[in-house]
């Protein structure tokens, strides 16, 4: 009778522990599930239109660029993204995910400095596309889960790819405490954000370490995002960009050839005016082909 009483116990524990384990493998995989779909939806691609030279019959020589971005201000659709990826933009287009026209929505540049190489643009109109949730970089430590956003080549728009932290604050140019991760970032990535497990922005991808053929070496760099957010908000108090000014369409950083056509002294920097501002302290004041 004993005996059957011990079967019978360990037979219930057994049933016990069998019950038990479906639930706690689905509370894990819930609590370890990762919304990729979140991320990609905050996420933009971007492409610019920059002025090169001006050829040797007088006609001007354009150049497109790509990059990535994320919407941090639903109110003031405000993007950040790399100050190197808009550098001498004449024109800038965002593409939020899966956008299917062949042109973007128009944005300005706000502001932008290449010492931590951080921009600011607005959008013309941003309804649809959530705001991304800023994290604490200062919290991740080497190991951690990384999701990193973007237009790879400029050809691979909403691509997202994991890796890890390597390291937290590796200085790789300059006297920017870069996290460094393993997550895939190529060129096109530049500007997009860095997630943490939770979703958060933790990062603005920005530089790779690769090979001399350009190929990567699986290095990436991106600028903490409390340092993002501390330099976005000096970018706001400072002086006024461009477009800020009312200057949506310019042509910056002159040839020495383009300084003798538009009689600029050499060493002076300037810009073309390529439409008539219609707002902001320039309206009524400057006018296209102004330099």
């Known amino acids: 009778m004993a005996r059957k009483s011990t079967i019978l116990w360990r037979c219930g524990v057994l049933a016990m522990i069998l019950g038990v384990i479906p639930v706690a493998v689905l509370t894990y995989d819930r609590y370890n599930a990762v919304d990729t779909g979140a991320m990609l939806n905050v996420s933009v691609s971007i492409k610019t239109i920059s002025h090169v030279r001006i050829d040797k019959v007088g006609d001007s020589v354009w150049d497109s660029g790509s990059g990535s971005g994320y919407l941090v201000s639903a109110k003031n659709c405000e993007i950040w993204t790399n100050h190197h990826v808009i550098e001498d933009a004449a024109v800038v287009e965002v593409f939020p995910r899966g956008w299917n026209r062949a042109s973007g929505i128009p944005a300005q540049i706000v502001n932008s400095t290449p010492r931590t190489d951080v921009a600011v643009l607005r959008m013309e109109h941003c309804e649809g596309i959530p705001e991304a949730r800023l994290g604490d970089s200062s919290k991740m430590a080497a190991g951690d889960e990384t999701y990193a956003v973007g237009n790879p080549l400029g050809r691979n728009p909403d691509s997202i790819s994991r890796g ?44 790779i370490a690769s090979t001399k053929d350009g190929a990567n070496v699986g290095i990436g760099y991106a600028v903490p995002i409390n340092l993002v957010s501390k330099v976005a908000a000096a970018l706001h108090k400072g002086p006024p960009s461009w477009g800020d000014a009312g200057l949506g369409s310019v042509i910056s950083s002159l040839t020495p050839d ?27 004041k400057l006018k296209a082909r102004d330099v």
């Open 164 to 207: 890890i932290i390597s390291h937290t604050e590796r200085f790789a140019t300059g006297l920017t405490p870069y996290l460094q991760t393993d997550a895939a970032i190529n060129p096109g990535n530049s500007g997009g954000a860095l997630f943490n497990h939770a979703g958060e922005v933790i990062g603005m991808n920005t530089a």
């Open 258 to 284: 383009e300084a003798e056509i538009f009689k600029v002294p050499d060493g002076n920097a300037a810009i073309i005016v390529t439409t008539d501002p219609t707002e902001g302290p320039s309206a009524g």
